[in-house]
């Protein structure tokens, strides 16, 4: 039987939000990767962020995972409108297996800044959403080591 990391891999690729949620522990977080210190939190608002976030990309492929047990690491490379964007995104597992928690490492700059010029108007549709993000605890909303 297939991971949840390797389920959300291929979602994510298909661009298929709805396989995509069913790999997530219902109290999942993802941290963003353009503030750092914003938090979204919980599958109704991840499930609006992350199809903001795979209705941007072109292209995804995850080429590599590392680890086992309760983190991984998995390797990939997209597009952002003509430019190529790495991504080394971090999960976290719940106890049943299921991600608990998505911290995105995105470079180059031109791309993160890219993506983020994208992305701000569509996750912005939804204010409470972002209000939320917001209000995280500083403590709380910096990736775990």
Known sequence: MEDAVSRYRTASEEADIDALMETLAPDVEVVSPISGRMVFRGLDDV????????GTLKELRWTETVGDGDRRVVLGETRVGPVRMTDAMVFEMAPDGRIRRIAPHLRPWLALSLFAAILGP???????VVRRAISAPASESAPSP
């Open 47 to 54: 499930r609006i962020l992350l199809g903001a976030v795979y």
């Open 122 to 128: 569509k996750v912005a549709r939804h204010p409470a």
